[in-house]
């Protein structure tokens, strides 16, 4: 039987077991799947211990994107331009290192039928969960994507760290403070962690076009406060981004087992389970 476990600190609350359970039984693969503590200085002895005990694969949660990164003698393209790292395997003796977070957010707004290509993106927030969607965003065509921060000079330094990655990406990108974020978008991101405090991060002169949608990466049983705000804006689309964590965890499952699960049955229990 193949073992998984996600890594974190704190980790008790991780849906990731259960979503990775329910890939399994609707795959057929034999699989565990566990939440493993590591202590906040002992993160590189707790992978190597999994691994060497035979385990298959590991995802990596906060606060230890960073270090995975590090620890990763192989990164895919994905990891390395998010320089975050969610999902861990060992291959040939070394250990691989993707981030599948992108693809979540993607796989998600592709289930909503929100297009990318062409729209205008307002990405909020200048942290680890901002930097991982940076280049699916782009890659999928958006005509503009704006990063604003409380703190501007995160984004003015996550556009710059962008732009010298992606050349020619460069002159779609633009960035500043939660001040500047004013203008008609597409599609407004919220990826920053305001809503674990009950608010959103407050944001004049931000229009929605009209068939515009508002996606928070966070989630909760009850409409999010970035959810409550945009729709007070005249977002008429608001969702949470649970279907973001089932999407990240399928394309881990995929690399991990060669085979992709159905998101929409997976996604629909644990929207039953979090009311
Ligand atoms: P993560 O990996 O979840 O992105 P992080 O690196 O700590 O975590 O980043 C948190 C993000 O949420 C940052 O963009 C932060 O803004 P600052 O860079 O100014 O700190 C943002 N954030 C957190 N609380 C916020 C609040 N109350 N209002 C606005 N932005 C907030």
Known sequence: IRQFAVVGNPIKHSRSPAIHQMFAAQTGVALEYSTLLSPLDGFAET?????????????ITVPFKEQAYVLSAKLSERARLAGAVNTLWQQDGQ???CNTDGLGLLSDLQRLNAPLEGARILLIGAGGASKGVVYPLLNAGCARLHIVNRTEERAQAMRAHFSSQLPDYATRMSAGGLLQAEGEWDLVINATSSGLQDTAPELPGVRYAADALAY??????????????????????????LGMLVGQAAASFAIWNGMTPQLEPVLRELRRQLQ
Do not use: K
Not at 216 to 241: I, K, N, S, W
């Open 47 to 59: 992978v190597g211990q999994f691994f060497a005990a035979g385990g298959c694969g590991l995802n």
């Open 95 to 97: 250990l691989n290192g």
């Open 216 to 241: 928070d990466m966070l989630y909760a049983a009850l409409p999010t406060p970035f959810m409550r705000q945009a729709a007070e804006a005249g977002a008429h689309r608001c969702v949470d981004g």
